[in-house]
């Protein structure tokens, strides 16, 4: 242990006394590797006393080991603010009704001084607090249904959400807005794309890559631009508002059956796969960018299905795959297999005896693609037409995470496998499309004269 420990029972805050500066001082620190500017955040409840946390400029949080500390010079005071105030949402008669219903996320945020963590703003007033341009477009409420992280999102929450949208499509409500991680927002569209169907109005689903307590963070702006397309947007789908380019220029709404997260950190992380996206959206209109949507209604009329198998999983195939892995699905009782395969939709040889077995144990077996891009065509090659002889059924240009949210649903209404493949392969949502247009795949390779040209002009 470090001579800097001995003697003390806590030596963050000695360091903080030694150098006469406390917990929400805004301070330099000179570290034994380099400076640091931020302000200096409470303990969590769950850290040790060996690391001030410090809250940077660029809104990250970062903990600083008190035994490389060399000086810390504060700045100023910051007065900590748990909360977001609060003001009444203003009602207008002449305003549509858009309800917000929570599953998690950091939409709008307010600092957890016991952890110094964010923690989502949700009520009306709060938001009206947080963000005051929604209430140029709406009425809001809101409905809390859950506060999970987003990869805890699973069929519970994909039910009780289905469920909830009807209700409030029932009470009349002229827009839906969904907060959602971003994590797995796209498994989440696309199953709402399957439970919620003839939707009558919006239902748009919303997140934000960075919280609203970095100054970079996306979230007021792609709240604004959901309850914008919830409350005066024509496409009565699932979509997924979110940044379109990595300027605060326009949002891109995709359908909830066609897009993914595609990026770790970018704003502009969701992107519409072999197709294009529905439409452009700004603070002051909606672009559309395709006609083939499913317009807004003025009934209530809308079907909720929410049938749902668990016992379904998507493996990611790989070189030297052992057959085990599909074995071990079917010793478990998995009544349904999505492949991402390589290429046209392919896996090794070794993997055949096992996908004999899925075909004479009665489990349903679906290739896609883990190029993402493109449609799988397993009669062009031998291995692909030998596959499909042992019962795996190629699942046109469905993403893999689609596939496998899809099977999840058709294997929840039918155990007669033959309807499940009339299921998977009839286009419900968008899912799976007849071509993929010439714009629908473009992926630009940084460095190369043209792009680079091209960058330049739009790069702001």
């Known amino acids: ?6 003697g003390y029972r806590d030596p963050v805050l000695q360091v903080l006394k030694d150098n006469r500066v406390q917990v929400w001082s805004d301070v330099e620190l000179v570290t034994k590797q380099g400076g640091f500017k931020g302000i200096i955040l409470p303990r969590s409840e769950t850290a040790d006393a060996r690391h001030v ?4 400029r660029n809104g990250y949080n970062i903990g600083i080991n008190v035994n490389t500390i060399e000086t810390i010079k504060e700045i100023a005071r ?16 002449q305003k549509p009704n858009v309800k917000l219903l929570g ?3 950091t939409i709008a945020s307010r600092l957890d001084y016991r952890t110094g963590a964010v923690i989502p703003a949700f009520s009306p007033g709060e938001l009206y ?9 709406c009425n809001l409420e809101t409905k809390k249904l859950y506060g999970v992280f987003s990869e805890n999102m699973g069929p519970e929450q994909w039910i009780g959400t289905a469920q909830a949208i009807g209700e409030e499509i029932k009470r009349g409500a002229h827009g839906i807005v969904i907060g959602h991680g971003t994590d797995v927002m796209h498994h989440t569209a696309a199953i709402l794309s399957f439970m919620v169907q003839n939707s009558p109005i919006p239902i748009v689903m919303v997140g934000s890559q960075r919280s609203s307590d970095r100054p970079s963070s996306d979230a007021a702006l792609n709240l604004i631009h959901a309850v914008n397309t919830a409350a005066t947007s024509d496409i009565a789908e699932v979509m997924v508002c979110m940044f379109g380019p990595t300027s605060d220029q326009y949002g891109l709404l995709h359908r909830g059956t066609r897009v993914r997260k ?10 519409t796969i072999s197709d294009i996206p529905l439409a452009m959206v700004d603070r002051e209109k909606i672009t559309p960018l395709r006609s083939d949507y499913k317009h807004r209604r003025s009934d209530r009329d809308v079907i909720i299905n929410t049938a749902f198998e668990e016992k379904v999983s998507i493996v990611y195939y790989y070189p030297n795959m052992a057959p085990d892995i599909i074995d071990s699905l079917i010793d478990n009782g998995y009544r349904g297999i999505v492949i ?7 896996v090794n040889k070794p993997v055949y005896p096992a996908l004999k077995r899925a075909r004479d144990k009665g489990v349903a077996v679906y290739m896609t693609v883990q190029t993402l891009w493109g449609y799988v065509q397993m009669y062009v090659y031998e291995t692909g037409r030998e596959m499909m002889q042992l019962g795996v059924i190629p699942a046109a240009n469905l993403l893999p995470e689609v596939a496998y949210v899809k099977l999840c649903w058709a294997l929840g209404q039918t155990e007669d496998l033959e309807k499940v493949k009339e299921i998977m392969l009839t286009p419900i949502a968008g899912e799976i499309t007849e071509r993929e247009p010439y714009n629908g795949y473009l992926i630009y390779q940084g460095g190369i004269p043209e792009v680079e040209e091209f960058l330049r002009q739009i790069k702001r």
């Open 1 to 6: 242990m470090s001579d800097i420990y001995k």
């Open 53 to 56: 946390v410090l809250k940077l």
């Open 78 to 93: 910051k007065e900590a603010n748990y909360k977001i105030p609060e003001k009444d949402f203003p009602y207008d008669p």
């Open 103 to 105: 599953t998690g996320g």
């Open 129 to 137: 607090g947080s963000v005051p341009e929604l209430a140029d477009y």
């Open 262 to 271: 595609m990026h770790s950190s970018y704003r502009s992380t969701f992107r």
């Open 340 to 346: 991402a395969g390589t290429g046209l939709g392919h």
